[in-house]
T-cell receptor, first 118, second 111 residues
Framework: GAVVSQHPSWVICKSGTSVKIECRSL??????MFWYRQFPKQSLMLMAT?????????EQGVEKDKFLINHASLTLSTLTVTSAHPEDSSFYIC??????????????FGPGTRLTVT | LAKTTQPISMDSYEGQEVNITCSHN???????ITWYQQFPSQGPRFIIQ???TKVTNEVASLFIPADRKSSTLSLPRVSLSDTAVYYC????????????FGKGTTLSVSS
């Protein structure tokens, strides 16, 4: 099956610093990737949609200057949390859309990245 | 995107069949119904997807009535390892739009 990886799996950073999270589709090409954020005991919240070679589309309330998304290739999207603050501490999950055939469309999720800002 | 409603939580015992029902009254003609499973500190895992009637794979069955306003995920003979959050999502996968997650159902399986 299709595999999506994320790196790092967890990261601790100091307030004011920036952190980059990578999302890779390992065995398929993904023209579209999605970034979600999940706080404890809550559901996943869509942050942005990332299309290869174009600017990401951010959901309402998500600061595009704070959460920089780059989708430079068909297998890699990155999320950079700039000037991180403790309230940015969360579980960040990416996903990629894979087209298996004309009857089945699946969205595969990465294992997530735990960000802790101290 | 169609809004979904699921029970917040369910309890079961090992070996029992668990049925989780999801309501999606405003489902559109092009929408599919997809279920995901999520364990703590992990990304969601695809379980099953369907458009109408019944779909079965190696881990679950999905029942969709003719009006498609609801669906039921059936997990046969659950085990402790099936304890997780289950999300029902409705959307148009061929369109490539993002999946919007509701609150999900927390299933707790006991021995």
């Amino acid at each position: 099956g299709a595999v999506v990886s994320q790196h790092p799996s967890w990261v601790i950073c100091k307030s004011g610093t920036s952190v980059k999270i990578e999302c890779r589709s390992l065995d398929f090409q993904a023209t579209t990737m999605f970034w979600y954020r999940q706080f404890p005991k809550q559901s996943l919240m869509l942050m942005a949609t990332s299309n290869e070679g174009s600017k990401a589309t951010y959901e309402q309330g998500v600061e595009k200057d704070k959460f920089l998304i780059n989708h430079a290739s068909l297998t890699l999207s990155t999320l950079t949390v700039t000037s991180a603050h403790p309230e940015d501490s969360s579980f960040y999950i990416c996903s990629a859309r894979a087209v298996r055939d004309s009857l089945s469309y699946e969205q595969y999720f990465g294992p997530g990245t735990r960000l802790t800002v101290t | 995107l169609a809004k979904t409603t699921q029970p917040i939580s369910m309890d079961s015992y090992e070996g029992q069949e668990v049925n989780i029902t999801c309501s999606h009254n405003n489902i559109a003609t092009n929408d599919y119904i997809t279920w995901y499973q999520q364990f703590p500190s992990q990304g969601p895992r695809f379980i099953i997807q369907g458009y109408k009637t019944k779909v079965t794979n190696e881990v679950a069955s999905l029942f969709i009535p003719a009006d498609r306003k609801s669906s039921t995920l059936s997990l046969p003979r659950v085990s402790l390892s099936d304890t997780a959050v289950y999300y029902c999502l409705v959307g148009d996968p061929p369109a490539g739009t993002a999946l919007i997650f509701g609150k999900g159902t927390t299933l707790s399986v006991s021995s």
